[in-house]
């Protein structure tokens, strides 16, 4: 690489930055965009001096000027500036404010009380403070940006909200972070460690696993007809099915052979479709307490 350029990842050390926070600025800036699996250089992204590296190691990653540093807004930014679960989400879009701090809580973080979230021994440790709100009086945290850069928080919240993190190693001509992984895992495994069939399984999984809702994946239907829905919850006795994008004609065939069931049996039951997958919180969460179950 020219020695006049930066890496996103090198660039960010240089304005000591997390990473994470410099991606999001420069999205929000318009200067890249992301592009299926990896970040793209946009009009103004090139006009600002943007160029891609290419490498035997590593691919296509862009770069920048090393005098981009001292760009003024890139100055502007405010690196001791704490950000919250609901401003954790513009770095996982996928992810709602309440998923975050649930997520937060299942790595022993925080927990959450009668009085809101509350910071734990570990959470403080990694920079929590516990703040107030002057509103409501809850209870919630708020983090210093570094923590969207530690290594667990990120790979966790990574597989949750289907941004698989990149296994390279980084270095100063390391490609951009999150660029994606050239291959993809033998199977999706769920934070409680159930192996599924698709990413949407796992998100659906990982939701009511973080919810603290038990749940048996691929519950055989009280019938003597050997037929499995993909979920269950006791609470409630809801059986639940993911619909991917693309089904096959036997698979679409026993999706409504499962409705039939359902209908005529008076089951509880949710279908969740590929397009739910960004708001299983509104989804999944309606959907349940329409059945007296609350999470």
């Known amino acids: 690489m020219e020695e006049d350029k930066l890496s996103t990842t090198a660039l960010a050390r240089k ?3 997390p990473v994470q926070q410099l991606f999001a600025v420069l999205k929000d800036y318009g200067w890249i965009q992301r592009s299926s ?6 009009p103004k992204g090139e006009f600002e001096g ?4 290419s490498s035997r190691r590593y691919g296509s990653y862009i770069v920048w000027p090393e005098q981009l540093e001292q760009h003024p807004l ?6 001791n500036q704490r950000i919250t679960a609901a401003s954790m989400c513009s770095y996982y879009p996928h992810l709602h404010a309440r998923q975050i701090n649930r997520a937060l809580a299942e790595l022993g973080l925080q927990q959450h009380s009668m009085l809101g979230w509350e910071l734990t021994r570990l959470g403080k440790s990694l920079g929590g403070l516990q703040e107030e709100s002057s509103s409501s009086g809850a209870f919630y945290a708020t983090w210093p940006h570094e923590i969207v850069d530690n290594p667990i928080v990120h790979r966790e919240l990574s597989l949750q909200s289907g941004q698989m993190p990149s296994t390279r190693l980084l270095s100063d001509a390391a490609p951009d972070l999150f660029a994606g992984s050239t291959t993809a895992p033998e199977a999706c495994r769920g934070v409680d460690g ?5 990413t949407l399984q796992t998100r659906v999984c990982n939701w009511l696993y973080l919810a603290q809702l038990a749940h048996a994946y691929r519950r055989a239907l009280p019938i003597e007809e050997l037929v499995y829905a993909d979920f269950y919850v006791p609470v409630g006795s809801v059986y639940i099915d993911c619909w991917e994008e693309e089904l096959t004609p036997g698979e679409m065939s026993g999706k409504f052979r499962k409705r039939e069931i359902y209908r005529e049996l008076n089951l509880h039951s949710l279908e969740i479709n590929a397009a739910d997958g960004d708001r299983l919180d509104e989804v999944l969460g309606r959907g349940l307490l329409g059945f007296g179950v609350r999470c």
Not at 37 to 42: F, I, K, M, Y
Not at 50 to 53: E, L, N, V
């Open 74 to 79: 890139l100055q502007a930014i405010e690196s």
């Open 37 to 42: 699996d990896s970040w793209v250089l946009t």
């Open 194 to 198: 159930h192996s599924l069939r698709s």
């Open 15 to 17: 304005l000591d930055l």
């Open 50 to 53: 943007g160029t891609y590296h």
